[in-house]
């Protein structure tokens, strides 16, 4: 896992998990490991395009994006309690 802690640009993105904690994982393509960003519970995340979502009713639950991959701008002042924003779209 890879820790998100400044403003950063992930491309080919192919999905993001997100849970009720305010911590987000996106999972790049070609890359091993997730690119985790912890912020808080109220913080500002917007993800747009999104095809499907599985495990609508648990605590992690997965998006996938509408077309092949995300594209996500994210703004991180460190390792944790961020407020955002986070936006994601498919280009």
Request: net charge negative; hydrophobic share 30%; with cysteine.
């Amino acid at each position: 896992m890879t820790r998100i802690i400044q403003s950063t640009r992930l491309s080919r993105v192919q999905h993001i998990i997100g849970s009720g904690t305010g911590v987000i994982d996106f999972a790049v393509d070609g890359e091993d490991d997730y690119y985790t960003w912890d912020g808080n519970e109220d913080a500002e995340w917007e993800i747009e395009d999104v095809a499907s979502v599985q495990n609508i009713d648990e605590d992690r639950f997965i998006m996938y994006p509408e077309g092949e991959f995300f594209v996500c701008e994210i703004e991180s002042q460190g390792e944790e309690q961020n407020t955002g924003p986070v936006h994601c779209w498919c280009e």
